[in-house]
Each structure stands twice: as C-alpha cells, then as structure tokens.
C-alpha cells in the first residue's frame, strides 16, 4: 500500500485525498515539503520499520515490510492472541508463521 508523509505523519491515500477533497478550492502549492504538502506515494507503505506502521489520520494499516525486530514485535503479539495482530497483521505477514501457528492465531 502507498503511504504519503505529511508534517511528520504517515497517511493512507485515501487520508491524502481526502485532505486534498477538503482544500480543491484553496489548495496550496506543492512546495516539495511534507510541512506544506503531503508528499508520496511511497511503496510499502512508507518503507521498513520495527513494526506495523497505521495511517496517523484513520489508522489503517499500511502493509510495510518490517525490520528483524519489527517481525518478532508481530510474531509476540500474533502468538499472544492480539485482535489487531491476528486480524489484520497475521495474514499480511503470514511468512512469519509456521502452518500450526497460523491455525492457532
């Protein structure tokens, strides 16, 4: 999923989007800044991090790829029966887990 970055925070294109619905009258210039402008799209949902990145606006998850330390944060929560973790991250980052625990998740 593509991720934009605006004023710090990471945003799902369809969070973008509806920043830009709510301005298309008084839009300002896309100045290269993620300060002025959400800039992107970035693959990957914005790119590796030490775990699953949510949109900052809706909080949907973005699909990035993780880090070592990003997989064994999902790995933990999955097996410790997290309703986010087995609903959303489970499936997305299925290569973590074993046939079994996949059942048990």
Request: glycine share 14%; proline share 7%; with cysteine.
């Given at each position: 999923m593509n991720a934009f970055v605006f004023k710090g925070a990471l945003l799902c294109s369809l969070c973008r989007n509806e920043w830009i619905g709510?301005?298309?009258t008084n839009l300002p210039e896309?100045?290269?800044d993620s300060n002025d402008?959400?800039?992107?799209?970035?693959p990957g949902g914005g790119?590796?991090?030490d775990s699953p990145s949510p949109c900052?606006?809706?909080?949907?998850?973005?699909?990035?790829p993780l880090t070592a330390d990003g997989e064994e944060?999902?790995?933990r929560a999955v097996l410790a029966n997290g309703r986010i973790a087995r609903e959303a991250w489970a499936p997305f980052y299925s290569y973590l887990f074993s046939a079994s625990e996949e059942e048990n998740a």
């Open positions: 709510d301005r298309i896309d100045t290269g402008y959400p800039q992107g799209p970035y790119g590796e991090a900052d606006a809706c909080g949907c998850f973005l699909e990035n944060y999902v790995r």
